[in-house]
Each structure stands twice: as C-alpha cells, then as structure tokens.
C-alpha cells in the first residue's frame, strides 16, 4: 500500500479498516463499470452483470444483518437506486 492510505489505515480500529477496504472496493466497481460503457467489447455486459450481482447480494446482506430491517430498506432504498 501507499504512504497516504498507510497512514490512513494506521490510525483506524480493524472494523474500520476493514470497511474502508470494503468501501474502497465498492467504488473500484462503480469506476470499473462506468469505463466500460465507452468500450466496445462482448465482455462488458458480462462485466456489468456480475457488477450488479455483487451490489444486489451486498444489498441483501445488509438487509438480512440488520436489526429493524424495515427502517433500514427505507432509510437506504433511494441511495441504492442510484
């Protein structure tokens, strides 16, 4: 890792870190699927199925964890729509 996200990562708590790490990874997805939409490739579809596959199981879970599962599809529903 960098010097910037080293020293970022060294002052967090191992949960932190590793939802950090988690977040990272989520916009690494979002960036990846936004490039392929100017490449003309057979592979990109394939890209942006399983992009959406893991943003729906990611949904999934979050849902299954939580405690009042109703308030929290309501508080996050629009978020995950965009």
Excluded: A, C, Q
């Amino acid at each position: 890792m960098g010097f910037p996200i080293r020293l970022v990562l060294g002052v967090l708590t191992m949960r932190e870190k590793v939802k950090t790490i988690y977040d990272l990874i989520m916009v690494l997805l979002v960036v990846l699927t936004i490039l392929t939409l100017w490449i003309d490739h057979s592979v990109n579809s394939t890209i942006n199925t399983v992009v959406w596959l893991i943003f729906l199981i990611d949904y999934l879970v979050r849902i299954f964890v939580s405690k009042n599962k109703w308030e929290f599809v309501k508080k996050t529903l629009f978020y995950y729509l965009l």
